[in-house]
């Protein structure tokens, strides 16, 4: 694969906000660490993101020391959240899967819930380890996930985005173009790559940590999102359904398991093992 190395890295404490780009990060079974951590749900216990709420875009969680999350939000004063006792649990579900969630305190579901202008309640994932398995059909045994779309990591190739983009340019929407990669809310950014080689990809390892590719990304209509305006188009579903949609789905990014703990930081190589 050449050069291949890490060209950034995406973690976002709470699930749908908007994340940060740390030079390094650790990784853990279940993902990068403070990774999708905190979610919100609405008052039947669903997952709220940007899928229902295109707002969240504009939402922001720095995470502090200890686990803790400081809120921040236009026309909003900031919130410390500290990560909550373990005492009690609320049902909850993601994308149908059940899960228990850990409530935050009533200042913070006032915060989300007065910003976003609906009720929703923050819980925070206490044992990553034991709450919430990968998805059966793509997973090993013990496998688990955050509060992540379905799978601990997201990698995606610059190439195949620079690829994309001058298809986008091509179309009928190329007034939306060129798409920034935070459209896609991937943890792992990796340059040097040819265009959608990472399609080919069953085993790799960024630095000393390695990892098993589970399957490839199904995009939704969150990446129509503008990340800074929340304002919806429709790129890149467009462009995707023309030239990547593989059994009915829309795909860019792969999925990642870590088989091996670490850190990773951005200029690490990126090795495909198999």
């Avoid at 404490?13 to 990068?32: C, D, M, N, T, Y």
């Avoid at 496998?143 to 179309?171: H, K």
Wanted: proline share 9%; charged share 20%.
């Amino acid at each position: 694969m050449g050069n291949a190395e890490v060209e950034s890295l995406h973690v976002h404490p709470v699930k749908a906000f908007r994340g940060i780009s740390p030079r390094q990060a650790v990784v853990e079974p279940w993902g990068l660490a403070g990774d999708r951590r905190w979610t919100l749900i609405d008052h039947g216990g669903r997952v709220v993101t940007q899928r229902e709420q295109p707002r969240l875009a504009l939402a922001a969680a720095e995470p502090l020391a200890g686990g803790g999350i400081r809120l921040s939000a236009p026309g909003a004063d900031p919130l410390t959240v500290e990560v909550p006792e373990p005492t009690a649990t609320v049902p909850m579900s993601v994308f149908g899967t059940k899960v228990e969630g850990v409530p935050a305190d009533a200042a913070a579901d006032a915060w989300c819930s007065a910003w976003l202008g609906t009720e929703v309640h923050l819980v925070h994932m206490d044992d990553p380890a034991t709450r919430r398995p990968v998805d059966p059909a793509y997973a090993l045994p013990g496998e688990t996930v955050s509060f992540a779309d379905g799978y601990p990591l997201l990698i995606t190739a610059s190439a195949s985005l620079e690829d994309l983009n001058d298809r986008i340019a091509e179309g009928p929407n190329a007034h939306e173009g060129p798409l920034p990669m935070n459209r896609f809310r991937p943890n792992v950014v990796v340059a040097g790559t040819e265009p959608w080689a990472e399609d080919g990809w069953t085993r790799i390892a960024i630095g000393e940590v390695v990892f098993r590719v589970a399957k490839p990304s199904g995009r939704c209509v969150v990446t129509t999102t503008d990340q800074t305006t929340a304002v919806r188009g429709r790129e890149p579903l467009v462009t995707l359904a023309r030239h990547r949609r593989i059994a009915g789905k829309l795909l860019f990014g792969q999925n990642l398991v870590p088989l091996s703990p670490g850190t990773i930081a951005v200029g690490d190589p990126v090795r495909v093992l198999g």
